[in-house]
């Protein structure tokens, strides 16, 4: 019993010090933390911060939320310092930061694009599941997206357009959808859709499952082979492909049908290095952030995912029990 007790107080010691070293760590050079991210992930990582800031009170997160290509693109194009970048498509950080920026590339969280309304909306109360173009189509009902070139729903959106052409098997159904919606509804960022609905000023909108969850709107949910939330039907998503501006003035990109998978990385030249790491392995915590974006409708990838064995070697060490190699 008294050797039960002298582990105890062993153990109790070894995890106040380790407290005490981490902390001394976070605060390392700087005390400030800048991540980027998607402007869907604001409201979990605006409740992940007050629960890192919580633990370690010296160090301050400073985030900015934004579309997916637009943060990557202020790192790369512009130099913006940042520590972390979390986007809403992976594949953004794969072909926008990597090798240059970032060496590797975490998949965390998934998502499926809804229809968002509000009981104000026209038609809130006859639009379902199997109508929700032909109210679309609608002359006077407004309705919008983000912008593809800026926002990865925003060419999700499109996708799903798409793809629902191909299922209802409905030629033409993109494009008549398209000519009901003017350019001015296109926004920068899906989140900034929002007050436009809660406002009145927008009938429908284009967002993520967990967006709707957390704003508290009223939502229509699509079947699988449109809506992006299943990996197990990439291959069907592959149906659609929207062309967006590329890195450089007048070149563009092929962006190719994908299931909604969010990636996170550490920045190369991350200011507070130290920080992030430490930031990051709570964030894939499944009792940390991934439970966070669990209880905010998002599904979490328990653990997190990397490409290949190469990429994990690559990690953080204390990453890596966090991670798993899988395509």
């Not at 062993?10 to 976070?26: A, F, N, P, Y």
């Not at 508290?216 to 967006?244: A, E």
């Not at 930031?279 to 974006?293: C, H, W």
């Amino acid at each position: 019993m008294k050797m039960y007790k002298n582990w105890i107080i062993i153990l109790s010691t070894l995890i106040v010090l380790s407290g005490i070293c981490i902390s001394k760590v976070i605060a390392g050079s700087s005390n400030k933390l800048i991540i980027f991210h998607a402007g869907s992930l604001s409201v979990p990582f605006a409740a992940m911060e007050k629960q890192f800031e919580s633990r370690y009170p010296k160090l301050d997160i400073l985030r900015e939320a934004g579309g997916s290509t637009k943060m990557a693109r202020m790192i790369s194009e512009l130099g913006k310092p940042a520590d972390i970048m979390a986007s809403a498509d992976f594949k953004v950080i794969d072909k926008s930061l990597i090798p240059s920026h970032a060496s590797w590339n975490i998949r965390f969280a998934s998502n499926q694009l809804v229809l968002c309304y509000t009981k104000n909306s026209q038609y809130a109360s006859e639009i379902n599941h199997a109508n929700w173009y032909k109210i679309l189509s609608k002359k006077g009902v407004i309705w919008g997206h983000s912008d593809p070139n800026l926002d990865p729903c925003g060419y999700r959106s499109l996708m799903v357009l798409q793809l629902a052409e191909k299922y209802y098997k409905l030629p033409g159904l993109y494009d008549q959808l398209i000519a009901n919606r003017p350019q001015k509804n296109i926004r920068p960022k899906s989140v900034e859709l929002i007050s436009l609905l809660q406002t009145g000023n927008m009938d429908y909108a284009w967002e993520y499952l967990s967006v709707a969850i957390q704003h508290k709107l009223k939502y229509i949910t699509l079947d699988d082979h449109i809506n992006l939330g299943n990996y197990q039907l990439d291959s069907y998503y592959k149906q659609s492909q929207v062309t967006v501006t590329g890195k450089k003035p007048g070149t563009t990109l092929q962006r190719v049908g994908k299931s909604c998978t969010y990636g996170i990385t550490l920045i190369k030249n991350a200011p507070n290095q130290n920080a992030a790491v430490f930031f990051l392995d709570y964030l894939l915590n499944p009792s940390g952030g991934l439970a966070i974006l669990k209880q905010m409708g998002q599904p979490p990838f328990i653990p997190g995912r990397v490409s290949t064995q190469a990429m994990k070697e690559k990690l953080p060490e204390i990453l890596k029990k966090r991670v798993i190699v899988k395509n």
